[in-house]
């Protein structure tokens, strides 16, 4: 099942953000698969701890990029990423609820697909703009 469809629109101009991205709309398409095709617990756990471990390398690769290139807005866009990690706490437990029986709802899977979009047309083109032969 496809939550998010990538389309060029998603792009930043810069290739190592832009693969970064389309692995992200990936796994939150294959966390959207489990979810609402009911895979199960132990799916849905290992789907979105891959999705969560692709975050944190993609916001280290983000990170180094923003330290090599002297990125002025580097403090608000860290920010940005500690917060969604604070985020992910939350959401995180909501995943583990689903073997006791609880359902996520689609508000989880609506959560993260905003939260890219937003990540990529809020934060990253602007890093992308500021990385010289992007």
Same mark, same amino acid.
């Given at each position: 099942?496809?939550? /998010? ?18 692995? $992200?709309? =990936? $796994? /939150?398409?294959?966390? +959207? ?7 199960? =617990? ?29 990125? $002025? ?20 437990? =909501?995943?583990? +609820? /689903? ?5 996520? *709802? ?5 959560? $993260?697909?905003?939260?890219?979009? #937003? #990540? ?9 703009? +500021? /990385?010289?032969? *992007?």
């Amino acid at each position: 099942m496809e939550w /998010i469809l990538w389309d060029e629109t998603m792009n930043t101009g810069h290739a190592g953000l832009d693969e970064d991205h389309r692995k $992200l709309v =990936a $796994l /939150i398409n294959r966390l +959207a698969d489990g979810l609402t095709n009911h895979k199960g =617990a132990a799916f849905c756990r290992d789907a979105f701890g891959q999705l969560v471990e692709h975050v944190q390398q993609h916001f280290a690769m983000e990170e180094r990029l923003m330290a090599e290139h002297g990125y $002025l807005d580097a403090e608000r866009h860290k920010a940005h990423h500690a917060t969604l990690f604070e985020e992910v706490r939350v959401l995180s437990d =909501a995943i583990e +609820a /689903i073997g006791a029986g609880a359902s996520p *709802s689609v508000s989880l899977l609506d959560f $993260l697909e905003v939260w890219l979009k #937003h #990540h990529i047309d809020g934060l990253d083109r602007s890093l992308a703009a +500021a /990385i010289p032969g *992007s």
